[in-house]
C-alpha cells in the first residue's frame, strides 16, 4: 500500500520534472540558431530540435501515465490485504464466592 502510494505520488512530480527537462533541452538545442537570415538548415534543425521535444515530452507523459496507472491498483489491493487489527480488551469484572471476594482482570489480545 506504501508503494502504491508513492509511486501515485511520484506521478506528477515526474510530469513536473520533465516538463521543465524537456523545455532546457529544447532551449539548449535551438540556442545556436539565428533567428534573423535564418537558411533552410537553420530551420531543418529547429524542426528537429521540436521533433525531440516533441517526442521527449510523450515519453515524459507516458512515464507520469505509467506510475499513477500502477500505483492506483497497489493502493487498493495492499487496502485489502491489510486485515484489521482488533484491540484488545480488558474487562474487570467483582466475583463473590462464600469464602472469596475480589475483582478478576481479564485481558484478550488477539
Known amino acids: 500500500m506504501i508503494g502504491g502510494i508513492v509511486t501515485t505520488a511520484a506521478a506528477p512530480v515526474l510530469l513536473i520534472a520533465g516538463y521543465f527537462w ?43 501515465a505509467v506510475l499513477a496507472l500502477a500505483g492506483v491498483p497497489m493502493i487498493i489491493i495492499g487496502a485489502h490485504k491489510v486485515r484489521d487489527r482488533s484491540v484488545p480488551e480488558a474487562m474487570l469484572t467483582p466475583y463473590v464466592s462464600p469464602d472469596r471476594a475480589g475483582l478478576a482482570l481479564q485481558l484478550k489480545f488477539d
Open 22 to 64: 524537456v523545455e532546457q533541452g529544447y532551449d539548449s538545442c535551438v540556442s545556436g540558431i539565428s533567428h534573423t537570415g535564418a537558411t533552410a538548415s537553420d530551420l531543418a534543425k529547429v524542426h528537429d530540435c521540436q521533433d525531440t521535444r516533441t517526442n521527449r515530452f510523450y515519453g515524459v507523459l507516458g512515464a507520469s
